[in-house]
């Protein structure tokens, strides 16, 4: 430990690169900690659903068009904050949202915790996990 500081003062690009790296791994860990809070495989998703689980897509109303999950509802992303109005009788039901890549709804569900479902799930990776996966989407269904 004696030698930290010479080595410090004799190598400061390392020293900084060094720093600038353990920077970027702290950060990367802590958004992909927010990204996946309370997050659901396409699996899980389908078996909650299959229990009565409410699915709510917040992508925009032409994406829901153009193929949803079946059986989701269109849900802006702006009226989370009032789903306590909209959604009271699923409050103590499972609720999962979903959207495009997963950020948004992972924002979505810390709502809804914040307002009391104690239930609510992301489906992780958003729609486009699930269309990795290999999972169908519908267009007959309107919200």
Same mark, same amino acid.
């Given at each position: 430990?004696?030698?930290?500081?010479?080595?410090?003062?004799?190598?400061?690009?390392?020293?900084?690169? /060094?720093? @600038? /790296?353990?920077?970027? @791994?702290? @950060?990367?860990?802590?958004?992909?900690?927010? !990204?996946?809070?309370?997050?659901?495989?396409?699996?899980? &998703?389908?078996?909650?659903?299959?229990?009565?689980?409410?699915? $709510?897509? &917040?992508?925009?109303?032409?994406?829901?068009?153009?193929?949803?999950?079946?059986?989701?509802?269109?849900? !802006?992303?702006?009226?989370? $904050?009032?789903?306590?109005?909209?959604?009271?009788?699923?409050?103590?039901?499972?609720?999962?949202?979903?959207?495009?890549?997963?950020?948004?709804?992972?924002?979505?569900?810390? @709502? &809804?915790?914040?307002?009391?479902?104690?239930?609510?799930?992301?489906?992780?990776?958003? &729609?486009?996990?699930?269309?990795?996966?290999?999972?169908?989407?519908?267009? !007959?269904?309107?919200?």
């Amino acid at each position: 430990m004696d030698k930290l500081p010479e080595y410090v003062a004799n190598h400061p690009w390392l020293v900084a690169i /060094a720093a @600038v /790296a353990l920077v970027v @791994v702290v @950060v990367y860990e802590i958004m992909a900690r927010r !990204d996946d809070f309370a997050s659901i495989s396409s699996q899980e &998703l389908i078996r909650l659903q299959n229990g009565g689980a409410l699915v $709510l897509d &917040l992508r925009d109303p032409e994406s829901f068009a153009a193929g949803h999950i079946n059986g989701a509802r269109h849900m !802006d992303s702006a009226d989370i $904050l009032r789903a306590t109005e909209k959604l009271r009788k699923y409050k103590e039901k499972p609720v999962i949202v979903y959207c495009k890549s997963g950020v948004t709804g992972a924002s979505a569900v810390r @709502v &809804l915790a914040s307002q009391g479902f104690g239930q609510a799930f992301n489906l992780r990776g958003g &729609l486009a996990t699930w269309s990795a996966d290999g999972l169908p989407l519908t267009q !007959d269904e309107k919200s």
